[in-house]
């Protein structure tokens, strides 16, 4: 399995995007999916988690209310939806299967995902 993130782009403060995230393979509906990014110059960060059935979600404070997750189990994707985008904002954004199925919650941490997209990058100007 691997997943292809797509999405990125230019746009300016107060923008929106829509990123994508889509396996190669099967067995993505019974995992947990996260969002990570990497701002130059510092180090990837976690950015926000669905569950496996997409009942259960969290973000990091810096992007709460801004930010929306989800994903529809029956097209196999996954996606981020940016709105009031900052120029903090700009990263390689990734998406990351977790290595367990059915978990009742997500987790944060890098080592707990095993599968990682190629990366999207989002420039966002202001």
């Known amino acids: 399995v691997q997943l292809q993130a797509c999405g990125g782009g230019l746009v300016q403060a107060g923008g929106s995007l829509r990123l994508s995230c889509a396996p190669s393979?099967?067995?993505?509906?019974?995992?947990?999916v996260g969002w990570f990014r990497q701002a130059p110059g510092k180090e990837r960060e976690f950015v926000s988690a669905i569950t496996w059935n997409g009942e259960g979600s969290y973000y990091i404070e810096a992007v709460k209310g801004r930010f929306t997750i989800s994903r529809d189990n029956g097209k196999q994707m996954i996606y981020l939806l940016m709105d009031g985008l900052k120029p903090e904002d700009t990263a390689v954004y990734y998406c990351a299967r977790d290595r367990s199925t059915h978990l009742s919650g997500v987790r944060f941490g890098e080592y707990f995902y095993d599968i990682w997209g190629q990366g999207t990058e989002v420039t966002v100007s202001s």
């Open positions: 393979g099967r067995a993505f509906s019974d995992y947990a």
